[in-house]
């Protein structure tokens, strides 16, 4: 392409983008013109709706008495004045309660001689009608009363407060079955909720049993016969259940001897609503009136969508309320375990010390002493030894679920450690280990339950030297650092555990492996006792630790 025509190009482009930028003026200046024009007919639209609204159905021009002395009415207004049985008086051929609600407004009107507006309900043969009233002055005698049927604009008030809070039901019937503790209570709140919305007379909700062909009241409001049982068949909510869908019946259709106290309380109109799951009807939501009713082009819509939603909500909190009992039951079963445990572990431990004590005696005395005899009684000893280390490990993880509280005290860790040091010097120059205890110059006072803090050390301490060969090295430091955090760590160059392992090590009676098991022995229980513990009292573990290069675990006394 050419030079020349270069700049020709460009132009075309700037002209184009030009347009382009004219086009989007002018539509966002039709869009803010249409936005203006819809927002200004929305105003007036406004403005008209308040205008008819502030004009009177009727005028009345009465004198200090009562009397009517000219009226002037719209279109209809005569049987508007017919309908109000306003004579001669504004109050003549009204009720006596009404009248004397009227004489009260005209009353507190000329003692404040002020513009008054008032509302009057009135019971007609239509049923209920609102009216307001304007009282106005006109002269010293004379005043203006404005009446305007509110009517229409009450109904459709009324019908969207419904409407709300049917749309409200759901949510309530979710937020009842997440607070109640059982489904009875459950259906109990749900009916208050819905009877009043309903406005039918009596509420039920009945379980189906496919296999007895049977329904059983739960839940009756207001309260009812509960609890009793009747065969579907025949029965008013018969083809409900069959079909699964809604049926409306009239007393007409009820089936004797069945629903004679249906007849007897005086229900004309029956409503049997299926509750289902999977498409598997469970029950039946059974609406009663004393009224011969028919079922409103919404209704039917309204309480299918409800009982659908609520055959949702029962199987959930079904389900609950079965994970709950599985749980109590896992609760007692543990709680049976716990006690079994602790039982038999009392009753291994006592005798268990009497042949520890005899061992003992029997190894002292100096006709045996230098005869197998010593020998096999030394190993009684050990052995025993180590039955009851197993018996104490059991014991210990049943006072865990025992849920008693810590026994706080002060507590000098120095001389904790210490004193725990001297027990395993002994047993850590049988298999050569060098030890290493390396304390803080800083004393360390914590306010805890002592037995449970020696408790974990000693767990520690016993399993850095149950896993770390002859000739080995442990460590037991006590830090504190410049922020004033302490804590304790028990070092050793054991056989360590794999980073794969670690997750698994504070679970109960797990060993990293079966061979570590057989070598080593143990319950497996030590460092899960440590975790429960160090959770008790409110401390931190940590572990690290490499494969057959050691471990170190740490407990974190405060951050």
């Known amino acids: 392409m050419s030079d020349d025509k270069i700049p020709d190009i460009k132009a075309f482009l700037q002209a184009v983008d030009l347009a382009y930028q004219e086009s989007d003026q002018d539509r966002e200046m039709v869009e803010r013109a249409l936005d203006l024009t819809s927002k200004e007919l929305l105003q007036r639209n406004q403005n008209q709706q308040h205008l008819l609204n502030a004009i009177p159905d009727l005028c009345l021009r009465l004198n200090s008495n009562g009397k009517i002395l000219?009226?002037?009415?719209?279109?209809?207004?005569?049987?508007?004045?017919?309908?109000?049985?306003?004579?001669?008086?504004?109050?003549?051929?009204?009720?006596?309660?009404?009248?004397?609600?009227?004489?009260?407004?005209?009353?507190?009107?000329?003692?404040?001689?002020?513009?008054?507006?008032?509302?009057?309900?009135?019971?007609?043969?239509?049923?209920?009608?609102?009216?307001?009233?304007?009282?106005?002055?006109?002269?010293?005698?004379?005043?203006?009363?404005?009446?305007?049927?509110?009517?229409?604009?009450?109904?459709?008030?009324?019908?969207?407060?419904?409407?709300?809070?049917?749309?409200?039901?759901?949510?309530?019937m979710a937020e009842v079955m997440m607070t109640s503790a059982s489904l009875k209570e459950s259906y109990t709140r749900i009916l208050d909720e819905l009877l009043p919305l309903s406005q039918f007379d009596t509420l039920q909700i009945a379980h189906y049993d496919s296999d007895q062909d049977s329904l059983s009241i739960q839940v009756s409001n207001p309260v009812q016969t509960v609890g009793s049982t009747i065969s579907v068949r025949n029965s008013p909510a018969e083809k409900s259940i069959r079909l699964g869908q809604t049926c409306m019946y009239s007393i007409d259709n009820f089936q004797e001897p069945l629903h004679q106290d249906h007849r007897d309380a005086g229900y004309l109109s029956f409503v049997c609503i299926p509750l289902k799951q999977a498409d598997q009807v469970i029950g039946v939501l059974n609406l009663l009136s004393r009224k011969r009713r028919s079922l409103s082009a919404d209704f039917v819509p309204w309480m299918n969508s409800l009982a659908h939603y609520l055959g949702l909500l029962i199987e959930r909190k079904q389900v609950e309320l079965d994970l709950v009992y599985s749980k109590q039951q896992a609760e007692v079963a543990n709680q049976v375990k716990s006690q079994f445990l602790a039982t038999m572990s009392h009753e291994l431990r006592t005798p268990l010390n009497s042949i520890l004590g005899f061992a003992m005696v029997l190894s002292r005395d100096a006709a045996i002493a230098n005869t197998n005899s010593k020998v096999y009684l030394e190993r009684i000893h050990s052995n025993g030894q180590h039955l009851l280390s197993l018996i104490n490990d059991i014991l210990n993880v049943t006072s865990l679920d025992s849920d008693q509280s810590p026994d706080m005290t002060n507590v000098n860790v120095q001389d904790l450690l210490r004193q725990i040091v001297k027990e395993y010097r002994p047993l850590m120059q049988s298999k050569h280990l060098d030890f290493n205890l390396d304390f803080s110059d800083q004393p360390v006072v914590l306010t805890t339950d002592q037995e449970k803090l020696e408790q974990i050390v000693r767990n520690l301490l016993s399993n850095a030297v149950k896993f770390t060969p002859d000739s080995g090295t442990i460590w037991l430091r006590l830090i504190v650092s410049a922020g004033q955090s302490a804590w304790i760590e028990v070092e050793d160059t054991g056989i360590g555990i794999s980073p794969a392992n670690q997750t698994q090590v504070f679970e109960s009676f797990y060993q990293v492996e079966s061979t570590y098991a057989r070598r080593f022995g143990g319950t497996g229980l030590g460092l899960t006792l440590c975790a429960e513990l160090c959770a008790t009292l409110g401390f931190q573990i940590k572990l690290e630790s490499k494969s057959e290069q050691g471990t170190c675990v740490r407990i974190f006394f405060s951050e």
């Open 70 to 172: 000219d009226w002037n009415g719209q279109t209809g207004a005569q049987f508007f004045w017919q309908k109000l049985v306003l004579n001669d008086s504004f109050v003549s051929g009204l009720a006596f309660q009404e009248q004397s609600e009227l004489q009260q407004h005209l009353a507190d009107f000329l003692i404040a001689q002020e513009p008054l507006i008032r509302t009057l309900k009135l019971e007609t043969e239509h049923g209920l009608e609102l009216y307001e009233l304007r009282f106005s002055p006109l002269t010293k005698a004379q005043l203006l009363l404005m009446v305007r049927n509110q009517t229409d604009d009450y109904l459709r008030q009324q019908e969207r407060e419904q409407q709300n809070r049917k749309l409200l039901s759901f949510y309530l």
